[in-house]
């Protein structure tokens, strides 16, 4: 487990060659944390289904899906949706998530950084947008930090296994 970011990190755009790997590493990051939506047994994607959907990524100049990789491992992904109705089509939505012992180490900042970047290259996308649990402090320190602002709040939306509900918050910036 890393400490600090010793060891090489690069973002690139996933590959159908990924497939397999993304799709272990999903089925992995869906364990562990509450602020994700998804659970593990609402993950169905097979190794087939994700190859086409990165096939689908690749060939849609309007998403992406990012890697960051470390000796030849998955250990943060972003992914983006762009709706194609005229009225919408300048808005981006995009999830990110970072392996467990590589949070905080600037994983997730480098993915967003490399985001942001494609957006603003991009001729026709101008505003991103995300949505994040309340109480998920790393991420709404990060999303702020790199200009994000709330513009919203789903009041009480998520409702986690324990009983707990918490607000989503609604986060956009214009690059």
């Not at 992995?28 to 993950?43: D, G, Q, V, Y």
């Amino acid at each position: 487990m890393p400490h600090a970011l010793k060891t090489p990190l690069s973002i690139r755009s996933a590959k159908p060659s990924d497939a397999k790997a993304l799709n272990l590493y999903q089925r992995k990051i869906f364990r562990p944390k509450n602020h994700l939506i998804t659970k593990p047994n609402e993950f169905r994607m097979g190794t087939l289904k994700q190859w086409r959907w990165i096939h689908q990524k690749r060939s849609n100049p309007y998403e992406t899906c990012l890697l960051a990789i470390s000796n030849h491992e998955i250990v943060g992904a972003l992914d983006n949706w762009t709706d194609r109705r005229r009225r919408v089509t300048h808005n981006t939505c995009f999830t990110m998530s970072v392996k467990e012992g590589w949070r905080g180490l600037g994983v997730g900042k480098r993915l967003l950084t490399h985001f942001i970047d494609w957006v603003s290259s991009h001729p026709t996308l101008e505003r991103i947008e995300l949505h994040v649990h309340s109480d998920n402090d790393g991420a709404l320190v990060l999303y702020k930090n790199c200009g994000f602002e709330v513009e919203g709040t789903r009041r009480q939306a998520i409702r986690y296994e324990d009983g707990r509900i918490v607000d989503d918050y609604i986060m956009a910036l214009w690059p």
